[in-house]
Nanobody, 120 residues
């Protein structure tokens, strides 16, 4: 079993930055950040494989950076130049699937979520 606990969400004005963190209880093959707004499907934001490969949704490329501190078992998401369209509940997720990438259905373990609100 893998346990994930997110932190770092909050409210910020457009153009601002936030950093999300996710404490992970044990190593997995893939980790990722997803986000979801009411009435919409959960979408992949950024993923990182245990070999360091990363992937990003087109909507966040150049603005968001995923990283992992293996010594602290912490996954982070640095979010810069935020816009109202980034407002969502953000979830940390982990997978033992070698091909997980940004596919929500390939993730087995989920955190409780942290809210990000960006005002214009």
């Amino acid at each position: 079993q893998v346990q994930l606990v997110e932190s770092g969400g909050g409210s910020v004005q457009a153009g601002g930055s936030l950093r999300l963190s996710c404490a992970v209880s044990r190593g997995t093959i893939y980790m990722a950040w997803f986000r979801q707004t009411p009435g919409k499907e959960r979408e992949g934001v950024a993923s990182m494989a245990n070999d360091g490969r990363t992937a990003y949704a087109d909507s966040v490329k150049g603005r968001f950076t995923i990283s992992k501190d293996n010594a602290k078992n912490t996954l982070s998401l640095q979010m810069n130049n935020l816009g109202p369209e980034d407002t969502a509940m953000y979830y940390c997720a982990a997978s033992r699937n070698y091909f997980a990438g940004l596919s929500v259905n390939r993730y087995n373990y989920w955190g409780q979520g942290t809210q990000v609100t960006v005002s214009s």
